[in-house]
């Protein structure tokens, strides 16, 4: 009887030792675990949020989303209608993407492709340094530099736009104010802050592309653009569309660049020339004082929209990529 329990435990224990041996169990939990982690982070948030913003969800109800540009934000008389700064989270963040897109994605292209060997590492020291710029610093320049320098003058070019009929006049309505703060002075800061991003990791999907697939269009006869552009951008389109993800994420939640240079006026018009706020900075700027409870119930379902504006825009993206590596051959993906 005795050795029969002692021939189980030595099965037992060489099992666990052979399961072990390599790590693949160990590291296949391990990654589940974390993998499980980061998906109740995210529920506890939107819990938190939630629960937190019941009362102003019972008191306010659908009109604090109500999308008029007559909205109301006024903590003195506990009027709180957040379509203002969600409209400004969106305008900036659509200007920053329109813009950034193609800068990055040629950067990128000229980095991997066409770049002397010479320039190629500097440039490439140069855009992961951008990156890694605090978004503070990037707020000091825009208020010294780039607004008077460059957002004013482009405020007072657009301005004779606002003739234009129906919402492309109401995007440029002015006159834009002469420090230059404006959504617009928002929307132009965030595509500089993201082009490095997108940049990066464009360059990278591009890099990591066979060299046969060039060789193979060369070899057809393909013009070096025709092969940049007819082979090397659709192959690693799935991952530059993550690249462009990951700057809309940045954008969509930056906060202090935008703060200083938005101008935080709580103005009820569309237009890309006046002064504003978004979602990320009215929080950090009055969420600490906050003049009653229901202020501060309302800042916290403000809170609550820009985690579901973004959780929505990331899944309809992430949605899209794999569209996109439905497509692929699987060796792209590879």
Aim: overall charge neutral; proline content about 5%.
């Amino acid at each position: 009887m005795k050795n029969t329990s002692v021939l189980k435990r030595n099965t037992w224990r060489e099992r666990l030792n052979r399961s072990t041996r390599h790590g693949d169990i160990p590291w296949s939990l391990l990654v589940g675990a974390m993998a499980i982690l980061v998906l109740v982070v995210v529920l506890a948030i939107a819990w938190m949020l939630w629960t937190e913003s019941a009362d102003a969800r019972a008191k306010i109800g659908w009109d604090f989303f109500r999308p008029t540009l007559d909205a109301t934000w006024n903590p003195a008389k506990d009027i709180y209608q957040a379509w203002p700064f969600i409209y400004g989270t969106l305008i900036t963040s659509l200007v920053a993407i329109i813009l950034a897109v193609p800068i990055s994605i040629g950067i990128a292209v000229f980095l991997a492709e066409l770049c002397p060997e010479r320039l190629r590492l500097p440039l490439n020291w140069m855009i992961e340094m951008l990156a890694a710029i605090p978004s503070v610093v990037y707020g000091l320049w825009g208020i010294f530099v780039f607004l008077p320098v460059v957002v004013a003058p482009i405020g007072k070019f657009l301005a004779p736009l606002s003739s234009l009929p129906s919402f492309a006049g109401t995007l440029f309505t002015g006159p834009i104010s002469e420090d230059g703060t404006s959504r617009l002075a928002a929307g132009l800061i965030l595509t500089i802050m993201i082009i490095p991003t997108i940049t990066a990791i464009s360059r990278d999907v591009l890099l990591a592309i066979p060299d046969t697939q060039r060789e193979a269009a060369m070899g057809l006869g393909s013009t070096r653009w025709e092969m940049i552009w007819q082979v090397l951008l659709p192959y690693g389109l799935s991952g530059i569309l993550g690249a462009i993800i990951l700057g809309l994420g940045r954008a969509l939640g930056e906060t202090m660049a935008v703060t200083m240079v938005m101008g935080n006026a709580n103005e009820a018009t569309g237009s890309l020339l006046k002064a504003g706020y978004t979602m990320a900075s009215l929080l950090a700027l009055q969420f600490k004082e906050a003049v009653t409870p229901l202020h501060t119930d309302a800042m916290i379902e403000l809170g609550l929209t820009l985690f579901a504006i973004t959780l929505i825009l990331n899944l309809l993206a992430r949605f899209l990529v794999w569209q996109v590596a439905r497509r692929t051959p699987q060796e792209a993906r590879a």
